[in-house]
């Protein structure tokens, strides 16, 4: 059972440059959210979607694009890289208001 | 907007002792959720409890129980008999039902001494 799974894990990018995270569960949950992880800050909620063909902004939605055109698929997108985007990524699934499922995270480094 | 605070960056427990985390939470929504999740070194999420706002009984899970005051808006964690594997950041986390988001505090950091 793979759970919830992101790609890549490690990334460094120029900045400027574009790139897309995607996350992908096999559990058929609604939910799935998009985080970013900073010490001394907590996760953040970057964008969530509530289901299919859905999505939402959360706390530090500025810099970052969200599809999800398939159930099991949540993508984030970086349009222009910012040095400050630099953070630990992680996307997560629910079903409803139960466990929240984490995938292993994505490092990404902006230069 | 909701909002989830935890006032402690850092706790520090000795060995089989007992440990609270503190977190408070503001919302003016009825239906939610409160969760406290473990992240060790690892990095990955663990879920250690689980409370719906309805309910007035505290959830416990073996060592862990929390101590919800809904009026005041407070969601506490007790750790009972505290061994060197809870040692992680604890980080305290909300879900609304109208809005379906998850929201999270800065966490705490905990940890044991032997």
């Known amino acids: 059972n793979a759970g919830v799974t992101q790609t890549p894990k490690f990334r460094v990018l120029k900045t400027g440059q574009s790139m897309t995270l995607l996350c992908a569960q096999d559990?058929?949950?609604?939910?799935m959210y998009w985080y970013r992880q900073d010490p001394g800050m907590g996760l953040r909620l970057i964008h969530y979607?509530?289901?299919?063909?859905?999505?939402a902004k959360g706390e530090v939605p500025d810099g970052y694009n969200v599809s999800r055109l398939k159930k099991q698929n949540f993508l984030l997108g970086l349009e222009s890289a910012a040095p400050s985007q630099t953070s630990v990524y992680f996307c997560?699934?629910?079903?409803?208001?139960?466990?929240?499922?984490f995938g292993q995270g994505t490092r990404l480094t902006v230069v | 907007a909701q909002t989830v605070t935890q006032s402690q960056p850092e706790m520090s427990v000795q060995e089989a002792e007992t440990v609270t985390l503190s977190c408070t939470y503001d919302?003016?929504?009825?239906?939610?959720?409160l969760f406290w999740y473990k992240q060790p070194p690892s990095r990955q999420m663990i879920l250690v409890i689980r409370?719906?706002?309805?309910?007035?009984q505290n959830a416990t899970e073996n060592r862990f129980s929390v101590n919800f005051q809904k009026a005041a808006k407070s969601f506490s964690l007790k750790i009972s008999d505290s061994q060197l594997g809870d040692a992680a950041m604890y980080f305290c986390?909300?879900?609304?039902?109208?809005?379906?988001?998850?929201?999270f505090g800065k966490g705490t950091k905990l940890s044991v001494k032997p």
């Open positions: 409370q719906e706002a309805y309910k007035q």
């Open positions: 979607s509530v289901g299919e063909g859905t999505t």
């Open positions: 997560a699934s629910s079903y409803w208001s139960t466990e929240a499922f």
């Open positions: 986390a909300y879900w609304g039902g109208s809005q379906g988001n998850l929201i």
């Open positions: 559990m058929n949950h609604e939910y």
């Open positions: 919302t003016s929504e009825s239906d939610y959720y």
